[in-house]
């Protein structure tokens, strides 16, 4: 069986996240590689834009409870949106740990490690809301072409 490189497999988020998942910092944008000989010439790095869709691509860092193994307990989702997304609100005041659930999720299959390498998943979204609120709710609101209801964050 030959699986082209780069397809990706929608999946629910509870597939991937069974025990939920929480985002630990901010939503960045995701930039291309500048070599040090690259900057020295004046080259600045751009934010990568996904090949499949056209979109700018964000990246997020969250943590997986359920993950067996301490390298799978953190994962980073690379976010596709035409305006940086808005993560929900801090569920514990001081503390950047917010739990969410990501929409339009997809994997694709990936070989990661340095030394020693493994099976691993690059994990895309189209968006993400706070747990317990519908398709309906505000964090949730969407418009055509994966752009973001919500305003860009400052």
Request: hydrophobic share 35%; aromatic share 6%.
């Amino acid at each position: 069986m030959a699986v082209p490189r780069g397809t990706r497999f929608e999946i629910e988020h509870d597939a991937v996240f069974p025990a939920g998942a929480a985002i630990v910092g901010p939503v960045t944008p995701d930039m291309e590689y500048v070599s040090n000989e690259d900057k020295a010439r004046g080259k600045q790095p751009k934010q990568k834009i996904d090949e499949q869709t056209g979109l700018p691509q964000w990246k997020v860092t969250v943590t997986d409870p359920s993950a067996e193994k301490d390298r799978d307990k953190s994962a980073t989702v690379t976010l596709l949106d035409r305006v940086q997304p808005v993560p929900p609100p801090a569920a514990m005041q001081g503390f950047d740990f917010r739990p969410v659930v990501f929409e339009g999720l997809t994997v694709e299959a990936r070989v990661m490690g340095e030394k020693f390498k493994y099976q691993g998943w690059a994990l895309r979204a189209t968006g993400m809301r706070e747990p317990g609120s519908g398709a309906g709710s505000k964090q949730a609101a969407k418009t055509p072409a994966g752009q973001s209801g919500q305003q860009k964050a400052a």
